[in-house]
């Protein structure tokens, strides 16, 4: 059974950081793409990055870029998402979802994600 579970989400301050771990079973991570979203209340689901199981080639949203990073660890079977310089309106549920590497479509659109974690909540206030 192909399955991907969150963690490392919780409470920071404005300026923080937290890292965020997506860990597959059932499945490697080499030949999937795996992206984080997230998800505010009130509002769509947005794109956050993405890391391509062939190659490890990223993808940010642009208000991302500089401050997440995306990254792999095949050993563990493992995708982190660094979040640094937090801000309050970075506060939701992310996600991480899975795709089989080659797939069609933008891997920055969450249809084209099979895959869906349970998501863990990020919360930045003061």
């Known amino acids: 059974q192909m399955q991907l579970v969150e963690s490392g989400g919780g409470l920071v301050q404005p300026g923080g950081s937290l890292r965020l771990s997506c860990t597959a079973s059932?499945?490697?991570?080499?030949?999937?793409?795996i992206g984080w979203f997230r998800q505010a209340p009130g509002k769509e689901r947005e794109f956050v990055a993405a890391i391509r199981g062939s190659g490890g080639s990223t993808y940010y949203a642009d208000s991302m870029k500089g401050r997440f990073t995306i990254s792999r660890d095949n050993a563990k079977n493992t995708v982190y998402l660094q979040m640094n310089s937090l801000k309050p309106e970075d506060t939701a549920i992310y996600y991480c979802?899975?795709?089989?590497?080659?797939?069609?479509?933008?891997?920055?659109?969450?249809?084209?994600?099979?895959?869906w974690g349970q998501g863990t909540q990020v919360t930045v206030s003061s």
């Open positions: 979802a899975g795709r089989a590497h080659g797939s069609s479509g933008s891997d920055s659109l969450a249809a084209n994600y099979a895959y």
């Open positions: 059932g499945f490697t991570l080499d030949y999937y793409t």
